[in-house]
Structure formats: structure tokens, C-alpha cells
């Protein structure tokens, strides 16, 4: 329908408000198509769609200005990657881009310490560049601390004229006894409790331990339901309910309660919830653990996968947890995202393998990248960019005429989907180097050896 609006090659016009089409189909119109929507002549609409149009073209220029693949450098590291690696797909990853993101949540008021959840990406040289940037790591398994212990050993240690020393935040939850028996008495290690069932059944195990307790707030945040980690149907956390007997089970077995934890989800683009964690763990603080003094107000910070959707206001944040530190001194602050530092610094660089064409306007676009490689989108029905740099090139510039194609991978399985409905340019063909974008979080990490397809990692500066 977008494309019969815009003409067979787009360039059209599409009368009517802005704000009668959808972010995306507003964008598709475009950005993909080359069209322009215009008010019809004496529409009563056309401030209002001017403003519409106004903040979407703000929000798609500053999505442009992020994608690090799409500058002359960017690509020739993507085109050198598909060229040069030995595996179908591949992801490449940015330490610019790594680097951007660490300088701008150390730039939050009232943060006293960052965290980096490892489980994001595990990559050792964004975990160096990191380290050297001051950044301490989250990790959820003995795999996880044993592969951050081997990259920095100095971090098992306790720092004298640091009064907050501790370095590495270990969070398992539903994990065995053993996990949590290995760890007590690691030098710089502080160990979240995130179940009252620990404390009442292994807690003379934990004798000596210093912890953190993880409080279910009750109200859970994010892109799907599947990363929301709060409330009733989250598995995660120590119900509020729970924490008067939790603090009395510390006690009786010589635990020390260090500070409060909460990680309402993932995906969160509002500015007020680390604010408001941090305000509903001073309180639980205060009623139950007097002497606790950190507050880990968890992660969850968005990253704009969408042209349509402009980045985090991580000023409005900022703002908010320098108002709630103000108010509160006496606690200090740690923060721990993952998907932010690594999210848009990787790009999944695959090339075109087949098309096909179902009739009605059903189009494939095969690549080697499928669910193996990312499978996001088949579990979370995530949106990732994706681009075709080479038939841009072959473009020279100017905007290739685009079709709507199905993106789908090698994998058998009918699942094994990237993307709907994308409108990519008509001459795509086998050979073509293709990008899914914003593909440095959870991607690799979430990777499996299904159909023993390999895939392959690359860091450049």
C-alpha cells in the first residue's frame, strides 16, 4: 500500500497529516521510499503535521549520526570483515562506539560506581577497554567470574584507600548452593541474595558473607515481557513483605548486608525509574537494613534500535538520580547496564545468499546470518536495522529503488526470521553485504551452535 501511495519507484507524494501514519510507516514512507508527505491544500492539520514531521526527522537524524557503519570508515571495516572472515556471519564490533557510551553514564550525577553486566558481551577486549576505563563487571555464574578473574585478577582484591571496594557484583539467581558456597570470602566481591529461601535454608553456609539483598519492587519495566524483573510473574527478587525476616536471617548467621539491589527489566526509556529503584530501596533501607549503604539501582537503559525512536535522555536521568542523591548523601549509588556500552557498537555483518519470491507481494531475502547467529528477533519479536551496503554502493549515492522483502537466515526452522516486511533495495542480490544493525548485545552472546553454522568476531579501534 506505502509503495502503490509513492509510485512503483517511489519519490511520490503521500497526501495527508503525519500524523495519521505510524512512526514506522512514517519512515518507511520517507526514508526507505524517498517520498514526501504533505499536508493536502487548506488542511486545518498542517501546524500539527509540521510539528509531527519536525521531531521525526530530529529523531531519524540522530539515529543516522549513530549508525558508526554507515560513514566511509564504518563500511570499509564492515566490507573488510565479510571479505576477509572465515565464517558466514560475523559480528564486528566498535571500541569508539564502547567508549562513547562509558563517558556518558560516567556523566550521571550521583552514579558513585559503574558496572558493566557481562552477560550483554562477554568479548575480552571490550572488557579491557573497560576495565581501563574504570568500569566494574556484573556477572551471573562461576563461568562468568572465572572468565573476568582470568582477564584481571587484581580485582579479587580489597583497595585500602577505597572505602567502597568492592569490584565485581555476582548475581546469580536459582543457581545451586555450591555457586554461592564458592565465592564467600572473595576479596572484592559482593554477592547478591535474591531469595529468601537462601538465607532460611543455606544461610550458616553463607556465615561471613558480604551481600547485597535484591528487592522485587513489585512493578517490572521493559521491551518484553520475557526481560521484565520485577513483580508477580518475575522470578527475580526479595518481595518487600520478605525483607523484616530476611534481615533477621542475616543476623542470626553472621551476614552482613551490605546494600539493597533491584533491576526492574531491560529496554527502558523513561528517566525517572533508577531515581525511583533508588527511592524505594532507601526506604526498605531504612525500615529493615540501617547500616546498609549501597544501593545498586540496577540497569535496563535503552538503546534506540528503531530510526523512529531518539536516543535515551540520559540528561533527564541524570537530573533525577542528582535529585535523589542530593536528598539522600549517605548512600552511594552503582548502576550496572550491559545492553548500553555494547548494544550499537556491533553491527552482524552476513551477505545475501538467495531470493525468492511468493507471489502477493511475499518476498524472501536470504542471508547468512538466521536465528544461530541472533535470535532476538524470533524470542523477543526485536527490531533490528538492516541494511544492504553493497547495493548502496552500487547505487553511487543516490537511493535505490526498494521492495519489501521477508529477511530470513540458513536455519531450518520456520522462525528463523530477522526482520518483516523491510523495504530493501529491488536489485538485491546473492554476494551482497548486508548489516543487521544494533547487534552488540546479547547477539554473540546469545549465539548457539544450531545447524553447526559458525559464526566469527571482530573488534577493530
Not at 520517507?30 to 499536508?39: D, E, G, N, P, S
Not at 565465592?183 to 547485597?212: C, E, H, Q, S
Not at 547500616?291 to 525512536?309: E, N
Request: net charge negative; charged share 20%; aromatic share 8%.
Amino acid at each position: 500500500m506505502l509503495a502503490q501511495a509513492c509510485g512503483a519507484q517511489g519519490k511520490g507524494v503521500v497526501v495527508g497529516c503525519a500524523g495519521e501514519l505510524s512512526d514506522e510507516d512514517y519512515h518507511t514512507v520517507t526514508v526507505a521510499l524517498a517520498c514526501t508527505v504533505a499536508c493536502g491544500e487548506g488542511c486545518e492539520r498542517e501546524a500539527e503535521c509540521m510539528a509531527i514531521k519536525a521531531e521525526r526527522e530530529a529523531k531519524a537524524e540522530a539515529f543516522a549520526h549513530r549508525q558508526w557503519y554507515m560513514t566511509d570508515e564504518g563500511r570499509q571495516a564492515v566490507m573488510a570483515a565479510a571479505a576477509d572472515s572465515i565464517t558466514p556471519a560475523t559480528y564486528l564490533y566498535s571500541k569508539a562506539v564502547v567508549k562513547e557510551r562509558v563517558s556518558e553514564l560516567k556523566a550521571l550525577a550521583g552514579v558513585d560506581r559503574l558496572f558493566y553486566a557481562i552477560k550483554a558481551n562477554a568479548h575480552p577486549d571490550l572488557l579491557r577497554l573497560m576495565y581501563d576505563e574504570g568500569v566494574c563487571f556484573e556477572v551471573v555464574s562461576p563461568g562468568e567470574l572465572a572468565h573476568v578473574l582470568e582477564l584481571f585478577p587484581d580485582l579479587a582484591c580489597v583497595h585500602d584507600n577505597d572505602d567502597v571496594p568492592f569490584r565485581i557484583m555476582y548475581t546469580p539467581n536459582f543457581a545451586p548452593l555450591e555457586d554461592y558456597v564458592s565465592v564467600v570470602g572473595t576479596p572484592g566481591l559482593l554477592l547478591t541474595i535474591d531469595n529468601a529461601f537462601i538465607l532460611r535454608k543455606w544461610g550458616a553456609a553463607l556465615a561471613g558473607a558480604d551481600v547485597m539483598i535484591r528487592v522485587d519492587t513489585g512493578e517490572g519495566k521493559g521491551h518484553h515481557d520475557f526481560v521484565k524483573t520485577s513483580g508477580k510473574h518475575s522470578k527475580f527478587g526479595v518481595l518487600i513483605s520478605e525483607l523484616a525476616e530476611a534481615a533477621e536471617l542475616a543476623a542470626a548467621h553472621g551476614i552482613t548486608v551490605r546494600g539493597l539491589h533491584t533491576h526492574t527489566g531491560s529496554g527502558i526509556g523513561d528517566t525517572t525509574t533508577w531515581a525511583d529503584n533508588a527511592a524505594t530501596l532507601a526506604a526498605a533501607a531504612a525500615n529493615h537494613f540501617p547500616h546498609a549503604t549501597i544501593l545498586d539501582v540496577g540497569g535496563g537503559f535503552s538503546v534506540p534500535y528503531h530510526p523512529w525512536v531518539g536516543p535515551l535522555d540520559m540528561g533527564g536521568i541524570s537530573d533525577a538520580l542528582a535529585s535523589f542523591k542530593a536528598a539522600h548523601p549517605q548512600y552511594t549509588l552503582f548502576i550496572e547496564p550491559g545492553r548500553y556500552y555494547v548494544a550499537e557498537a556491533g553491527v552482524l555483518v552476513s551477505t545475501v545468499t538467495q531470493l525468492k519470491d511468493k507471489g502477493e507481494g511475499v518476498r524472501y531475502l536470504g542471508t547468512s546470518a538466521g536465528m544461530h547467529a541472533l535470535i532476538r528477533p524470533m524470542l523477543y519479536s526485536s527490531y533490528h536495522h538492516v541494511v544492504n551496503l553493497t547495493a548502496i554502493e552500487r547505487a553511487s549515492g543516490a537511493r535505490p529503488p526498494a521492495a519489501f522483502f521477508n529477511v530470513v537466515g540458513p536455519i531450518c526452522e520456520s522462525g528463523d526470521t530477522i526482520a518483516y516486511g523491510r523495504p530493501l533495495p529491488a536489485d538485491s542480490q546473492p554476494g551482497d553485504v548486508v548489516v543487521i544493525a544494533g547487534a552488540g548485545a546479547y547477539g554473540f552472546s546469545m549465539s548457539s551452535n544450531y545447524n553447526m553454522r559458525p559464526i566469527g568476531e571482530i573488534v577493530i579501534e
